[in-house]
């Protein structure tokens, strides 16, 4: 079992910064990776981001790329969303998901994650 805690959403202006996080307990942190995923309303959850268990590997949705970074810090059992010039398209529902089947690699697609977060509202104005 693994429990998600997601924190650091909120309501920013176009072109502003939030970092996510996601504190994880239960299983060992470090034998697992971790993605980001969103929704928005009216829309499928999305892949954002992912990284494997050493933070050695990590994949980003094309909207994303060059504007979000993902980070894992294992001692503090906790993944990172750094999100940088935020639009107002980024707006959505935040989770972070645990993906307990691949350990090096980095899986986009939601059905292979096992465990959840509760989501963190991310509002960008324009």
């Known amino acids: 079992q693994v429990q998600l805690v997601e924190s650091g959403g909120g309501l920013v202006q176009a072109g502003g910064s939030l970092r996510l996080s996601c504190a994880a307990s239960?299983?060992?942190?470090?034998?697992?990776?971790m993605g980001w995923f969103r929704q928005a309303p009216g829309k499928e959850r999305e892949f954002v981001a992912g990284?494997?268990?050493?933070?050695?590997?990590?994949y980003y949705a094309t909207s994303v790329k060059g504007r979000f970074t993902i980070s894992r810090d294992n001692a503090k059992n906790t993944v990172y969303l750094q999100m940088n010039s935020l639009k107002p398209e980024d707006t959505a529902v935040y989770y972070c998901?645990?993906?307990?089947?691949?350990?090096?690699?980095?899986?986009?697609?939601?059905?292979?994650?096992?465990?959840w977060g509760q989501g963190t509202q991310v509002t960008v104005s324009s």
């Open positions: 990284i494997n268990w050493s933070g050695g590997s990590t």
């Open positions: 239960g299983r060992t942190f470090s034998t697992y990776g």
């Open positions: 998901a645990a993906d307990l089947g691949v350990r090096d690699g980095v899986r986009t697609i939601e059905n292979e994650y096992d465990y």
